[in-house]
């Protein structure tokens, strides 16, 4: 039986405009009917996502930051995945020239050297207003605490960069395109698969037991834990390749959940009878 459902929310349970629809609305109605416990997994903060949960009206576990911070139904932190100071210092000098929108999130703020028009696009997308940290160096020498950096720019810079760190950090950061234009910068072996394994052991929850939805790289550490995975249609095709089902939607997914537990029922019943 599948007993937690995990949602990715940009791509995947919200929209473009920041709102979950009426259809998917009802498809959480059913899950909770059913008593399957909901987590949403995100790079985004686990304020941001609380934010959601409220406007749906719907409890759960949260995995935000991309796996850096687990909380449970009541709030209390799990986990809490850091980068140690050097690494994030020795990132900031090798991305620093480059002319990209970039973010260095803790767990409760997005913060920004500088605003700019390019940055203002970018902070449209989030439910937080970015946080203006002038002096960013110098608090990331006197170990200022950061989860993740994320970096808003053309692929082509992203890629750039993402080639840089692997040359330059080899084996102390996971890094990939979290959106079209945005790069993740983690601390190494940091994702939503490796904290859903965590929450998972919490909750006494096998693998088997858990259903993932998804639509971009950082989704695809989630994918591998578990054979009832979902990738959005929109989702990019290497994305996809790791998904067990591609769908057009979170309700979608949900359906295919609640006839493989009933199919479940049903020949458990039979084997009894």
Do not use: W
Not at 84 to 96: C, F, M, R, T
Not at 164 to 181: F, G, H, K, N, V
Not at 220 to 244: E, L, Y
């Amino acid at each position: 039986m599948i007993k937690l459902i995990v949602s990715d929310l940009d791509g995947t349970l919200l929209d473009h405009h920041k709102k979950v629809s009426e259809r998917e609305l009802q498809a959480l109605q059913l899950v909770k009917d059913k008593g399957i416990i909901l987590c949403l997994a995100s790079g985004r903060m686990n304020l941001e996502m609380q934010k959601v949960l409220q406007e749906i009206q719907h409890q759960a576990y949260s995995v935000s930051q991309n796996g850096a911070f687990i909380h449970l139904l009541d709030g209390t932190l799990l986990q809490a995945k850091l980068f140690e100071a050097s690494i994030a210092h020795q990132v900031y000098q090798l991305i620093e020239a480059f002319d990209v929108v970039k973010l260095i999130c803790s767990g409760n703020a997005n913060y920004i050297e500088k605003l700019s028009p390019a940055s203002d696009a970018i902070q449209a997308r989030m439910f937080e207003p970015f946080l203006v940290q002038s002096e960013i160096e110098q608090s990331l020498k006197e170990a200022f605490p950061i989860c993740k950096y994320s970096l808003f720019g053309h692929v082509d810079h992203l890629l750039e960069i993402k080639t840089l760190l692997e040359r330059e950090l080899p084996d102390l950061l996971d890094i990939y395109l979290a959106d079209t234009d945005c790069l993740d910068i983690m601390p190494h072996q940091v994702s939503k698969g490796s904290s859903l394994l965590i929450l998972a052991a919490h909750l006494g929850l096998k693998p088997e037991e858990i259903a993932c939805f998804g639509d971009s790289f950082n989704d695809v550490s989630m994918f591998g834990i578990t054979p009832h995975s979902f990738a959005m249609h929109t989702a990019h095709s290497d994305v996809r390749k790791h998904a067990a089902k591609t769908v057009n939607s979170v309700s979608e997914a949900i359906t295919h959940v609640l006839a493989y537990n009933d199919e479940l029922m049903t020949e458990r019943k039979g084997s009894t009878a």
